[in-house]
């Protein structure tokens, strides 16, 4: 009997240690904790991922479609590791599809196909506006083929003589007819393929895509108007010319006309612009080769949905091969998936105004700006220009947001003041930046918000006005830019000069933009200290540089500006300190400015150097550990903190995924500093001391 019992409680025993063990891992499949011991925080989600998801009212839902058996087995499992911490916060539902398995493209087609039959009213909707829109185009090229160009030979055999005048105007004039017809032609040939092209099959599924109607009829319109521009300036060029009255009354009388053909064709594309796909279109198109990936924002939310880079989220082996050192996937692909969602959270999309006083457009060819311009477009962000010299308003702005119900900012590129004027450009940096200037002031006298960087200003250095300065002393500061900041290095190869500087934000800033650069390196080149009157309550300082021994404001900074770096050590003395001239610190070297104005809050934020969110330093990498990081991680925070602070995302202010890759060292405070020190120096002696005591007492 003792031994049934022995066996009878063992049995049980065992029983119940299997079902507690089955038990637990059920729930901790259920309740997965995770502790990130990581100093980097390598398993948890950013500061700025979970702020965002926090804004979310209701679940967003990630689509991703592509071939699994090409992704990389590191990116699979990063990226999958990614996905799940989403997934687990309850605000992102993550479908991914196995485009190479027959259920995966299944399984997309059921759901192309319930979002196709939720936006059907809308595209309905647009197919007819765009319809109408065709029936417009038809009279106008019609106009364009037969009136316009009669109109135009009527002249053209008008006049008689004007010899070798007359002989160009008539060329001219014929030159301008056949266009006018070629216009009228493609204009209908693009009628004709509009069905078509409003078309988009995918598998068995037909759905109707009216925006690249849209675009079609949009693009041959707007290439209609510009003709029509060119002929109106044309004949406004021959109402000047020796031909007689009568010819240029006429002239004139049709020059009149083709602007207002011009007009009309602007309008009718300016009316297809608002046609926008729903998201079933938009991940028709975006998957529409069975490989891609898209965020539907959450339900209620009057967001586009966001097409995001496949090859970021899972890229092919042979990519992740190529580069070398250990890819920061993780990383990269929260940065993806936040900037997504955050766009979701955004009423209206922001405008980056890229303000400048340069002899041409040049923002959106510039290589130096090529990741940024793709990390704003991430970001849901848009981007216009706008040169003070070329045109007196931002038309970019005004034709992108013609309601100016948008939020935007001008971020300001300050010209090189010291540059001479060339055959090529018309005007000297002093007048170019003179230009600037006193666009800069008007616009933050009508109460813009504005991202400014200040350049070294060769007015001040020979006692003027610096012109940027001068705007910015209604807001209570006054930049120092004719004395750039340098520091005094000392080497092997003897005493030398750096123009540049990698400072750190404020520990005790009270503006949210100091949440998201505390502790981050932060790279200014040629750092301007900026003053700030003792009466601006209005202003808050972000970087601020102490006083020291080595560094100062220098005066005489022209033929050091003027030298390649690569060729300062032939320049013989460097500048030094001169007691009578230069200045020691401390210096603000970036602010922020809230204020009321015009009825409404304005904000201002002025950084002292330019130049300092170009690729060139924002894109500057180390290897870390076998990793490549960011190596100035502070300078495109302090760039995306500025865009949403001054758009009003205050809440959606944080440090991203890539501005802690890397364990930094922060300065330890002063007192703390002391205390550390008097604990090392007395601390251990005097335990020491009272353990012996201690023992003395005890043992006698």
Known sequence: ??????????????????????????????????????????????????????????????????????????????????????????????????????????????LLRDLAEVDKPMLDAQAASVRAAAITAVDLAKA??????????????????????????????????AAARLAGRDLQASLAKLEETMTLTIGDLQVTAADRGADLLKRQLRAAGEQMGVTGAELRRLAKQPLGDAIAGRAASLAERFGSERDRFGVAADALSRVRPPASLRLARALSQNAGAILLPSAGSKADPVALPLDELFPESERVIRAGAKADNRRRVEEQITAALAGTLQPSRSIAVFMHAEEQMYVADAPFL???????????????????????????????????QRPAVFIVLPPDSTA??????????????????????KLLASGKNVLLSVNPSIQRTYGDTDPVAAALKPLGIEPASGKPIMTELASENGRGVETDRAVLANEDGTN??????????????????????????????????????????????LLLWQTPRQQRSRLGEM????????????????????????????????????????????????????????QFPGNMELFDASLLWLTGGDELIAQSPQADAVPLVGAIDPQRLLVLRLLLI????????????????VFG
Request: hydrophobic share 45%; with cysteine; proline share 5%.
């Open 1 to 110: 009997m003792r031994r049934v019992l022995f066996w009878f409680w063992t049995i049980i025993g065992l029983a119940a240690a299997c079902a507690a063990i089955g038990f637990a891992n059920v729930l901790a499949e259920r309740h997965l904790p995770r502790f990130d011991v990581t100093a980097t925080g390598e398993h948890r989600l950013s500061p700025r991922a979970t702020t965002v998801l926090n804004k979310l009212e209701s679940p967003a839902r990630l689509v991703i479609a592509t071939d699994l058996r090409k992704v990389s087995p590191e990116a699979m499992r990063d990226t999958s590791d990614v996905l799940d911490r989403f997934s687990k916060s309850g605000k992102v539902d993550v479908t991914l599809l196995d485009s190479a398995s027959a259920d995966g493209l299944r399984s997309f087609q059921t």
């Open 144 to 177: 364009a083929q037969g009136e316009l160009s009669t109109v135009l030979l009527g002249l053209r055999d008008a006049i008689g003589g004007g010899g070798a005048a007359g002989d160009a105007a008539r060329q001219t004039l014929e030159q301008r007819a």
């Open 370 to 404: 090529e990741k940024l311009r793709d990390h704003l477009a991430m970001r849901g962000v848009d981007v216009v220009e706008w040169s003070v010299l070329l045109e007196a308003e931002p038309t970019q702005l005004s034709r992108l947001d013609p309601s100016g």
């Open 420 to 441: 001479t004027a060339r055959a090529s450009e018309g005007r000297g940096g002093i007048e170019r930046s003179q230009r600037l200037g006193a666009a800069l002031e």
């Open 512 to 557: 949210p933009i100091h949440g998201a650069i505390r502790g981050l390196p932060t790279y200014l080149p040629w750092p301007i200290g900026l003053a700030i009157k003792p009466e601006s309550k209005d202003v808050t300082p972000l970087i601020t540089l102490a006083t020291s021994d080595n560094a100062w404001s220098e005066s005489r900074w």
């Open 575 to 630: 500048p030094k300190f001169d007691a009578g001239q230069d200045e020691r610190g401390p210096w603000t070297l970036a602010a922020a400015v809230e204020r009321a104005n015009a009825g409404s809050k304005q904000r201002v934020v002025v950084v002292g150097s330019s130049g300092w969110f170009f690729d060139t330093i924002t894109q500057a990498a180390a290897s870390v550990d076998g990793r490549v990081v960011a």
């Open 682 to 697: 007395l601390g251990v002696p005097l335990a020491v001391l009272a353990l012996g005591v201690v023992h003395r007492v």
